[in-house]
């Protein structure tokens, strides 16, 4: 039988951090070896970063972009561990790190981890694809909790990203006199409010007809059933950013 891949859990007192700990812990596959937050932060069983690293095959995370930045430059310092990034809202700054960090260790980043999510992601850019920018619009709506910081999500991003392959520039929202709606362009708007765990919907619009996918989170177990993927798809994998196309299969990777 072999060995539990040892994973050491990111931002451990957050939200998915807490969902991240009991799910790596009922995996079989998984020995969770370490759980960390920010620095000077208390909690039961919770150690510094460094220790994390030093224990840990992988690591999950899902802090802030500049937290999970942070954090891959620490790991490809190391040599390693291997690095699954759940977290969102990216300045180019942060992405340039990551990239830079995972020419010396395997890094997942995505914006979902959703399955049912990156399933859509495909049919969006098939649907895309065959619906001209001449004769569709594309609008994308995502609803999240008011305690969301970033907006759009990274799951629309991505969305708009697939929708975007040949359709040009992506526009994330309108304010005053904008004036007509330009051939090809891909709207954003956002809701914020309640427990909402992450509800998305890609509409294409015709002057007929509309078409609309979506889909809507039930819990976020999907998400951390999704990053368990990733890290144990991560074990051995030369350096290098990948993404959950990878994961499943649909990427070149």
């Not at 970033?150 to 975007?164: F, H, I, K």
């Not at 994330?172 to 909402?196: C, K, M, N, Q, S």
Request: contains cysteine; aromatic residues 4%.
């Amino acid at each position: 039988m072999p060995q539990p891949l040892k994973i050491a859990i990111a931002g451990a007192l957050g939200r998915m951090g807490r969902q991240m700990a009991e799910a790596v812990a009922a995996d079989p596959r998984l020995e969770l070896v370490a759980r960390f937050h920010r620095p000077g932060s208390a909690g039961e069983g919770l150690v510094e970063r460094d220790e994390a690293l030093a224990l840990a095959d992988a690591v999950i995370d899902f802090t802030t972009s500049a937290a999970s930045a942070e954090l891959a430059e620490a790991c490809a310092a190391r040599g390693g561990p291997a690095l699954v990034i759940g977290s969102t809202g990216f300045s180019a700054a942060e992405l340039a790190a990551i990239i830079e960090a995972a020419k010396k260790i395997p890094i997942v980043r995505s914006g979902s981890y959703s399955l049912g999510l990156n399933m859509l992601t495909g049919l969006v850019e098939e649907a895309a694809r065959a619906l001209g920018p001449d004769d569709c619009d594309i609008e994308i709506l995502e609803a999240h909790h008011r305690f969301k910081v970033d907006a759009p999500s990274g799951t629309a991003l991505m969305l708009g990203e697939a929708a975007a392959r040949g359709r040009g520039v992506a526009k994330r929202a309108r304010d005053g006199v904008t004036g007509p709606r330009p051939a090809g362009e891909i709207g954003f708007a956002v809701l914020r409010g309640g427990g909402i765990v992450g509800e998305h919907s890609v509409s294409f619009l015709t002057e007929g007809e509309t078409l609309t996918l979506s889909h809507a989170a039930g819990d976020r177990s999907m998400f951390a059933r999704g990053a368990i993927a990733a890290a144990l798809w991560l074990a051995g994998r030369p350096p290098g950013e990948y993404d959950m196309r990878d994961v499943l299969g649909f990427g070149a990777g």
